[in-house]
């Protein structure tokens, strides 16, 4: 492979990655996209889901991103998210904890007009997809 | 004249005042460290957004026509939020004063032009300050400044006054916080939210990566619907930037206040000390002024 290029995942809080991956991919708002060394500069905004990258090793890792953007140039990818997750800091127990609150939360807001459909919507999309993660992990 | 033992007491009673502070100013300083740390994780982001909306923005303002309304300011200001950040506690010196001073001075000049002000308080000590003066108080948020808090406080306060702004209700959105300059000076500053008033530049040299950057991006979505996503994080994001400060500052100031509250205590304990030798030394030389005028008058 002609080399690797640098994945940086940042949130308000923290860094959550920076380290030169082989590949990555990330759930764009059009669709998964995979970026390689020498991409052209390239910027969109995501979706809630997850973000795969081969590391140095050829290991995959999973990390899970709440929406934000990506920015990628040649040697470099830049995911700015509301918050994100590696796979190993995902506690799957909250995650199914959170989806039954949405789920059970969407049900209500059929009759209910106080519950901002939209902000329940987000958290069952955040919910699925910390649990998918989550559970790759045990397969 | 006091007694000896009132002296002594109040010695006493300075030495206790002076351990309570000794002890807050430490634990100011181990808040101080953590809040300087979350704005240090804080900045890679502020900085790459910054330079992306950049980027981006600079494509956009060629077409003024379809500008994004947040960016377009209104020909007649009639009613204004302002999101005021103070802190929860006292104690910090006149960390709050200069907060509010401020902010009256806005409110001031505003009322000049006849303009609607509502304020957003964050921070207990400045929503007491203008409930107590009757000011028109739209929201308040409490236990923020100066504790732990994630972006998704800025979130919420951003997205009121984005909503407010976008329905018409208001027509211009500006947030009063505390920079943080240093360890010794904390800066009340006045900044507009709402209409965006161009995207702040970040000094590119800081970071040279030259290698084949192309600011030209291909987009997707187009260039106006990630604009359309990105300018209301732009306002969370100088919202939290602005939380961060404060906090920061707050733990700062408090952190001074207190070290020259426990010098303050030293010299007091220094000046009640030397009182109280005297006291003592008078009282034995006037009963030793007694023993030597009886042995005096028997001898006679």
Redesign the interface.
Known sequence: MAGNIML?V??????VVSEEAQIVVAP???GEFGVLIGH??????LKIGMLRYKDTGGSERVVFVNGG?A?A????V?V?A??ADRRRDIDIERARAALKRAEQRLAEARTREDIDFRRAEGALQRAIARIKIGERRAA | MATLKDIKTKITAVQKTQKIVKAMNMVATSKLRGAQEKMEAFRPYANKFAEVLGSLSERVEADEEHAPPLLVPRAEVKNVDLLIMTSDRGLCGSFNTNLIIKAERFLKEKAGQDIEVRLICMGRKGRDYFRRRKYNIRSEHIGIVGARFGFSVAVNAGTELIDSFLNGETDEAHVIFSEFVSMARQMPTLKQLIPIAGVEKVEQAQEAEPVGYIPEHICEPSVEELMAVMLPKHVYVQIFGGLLETSTSEHAARMQAMENATSNCADMIVSLTMVYNKARQAAITAELMDIVGGAEALKG
Do not use: C, M
Request: charged fraction near 25%.
């Open positions: 940086e940042v949130t308000p809080d923290k860094s764009g708002e059009y052209t500069s390239f910027l969109t905004t953007f920015e140039l040649p040697n470099k830049t700015l509301e918050s």
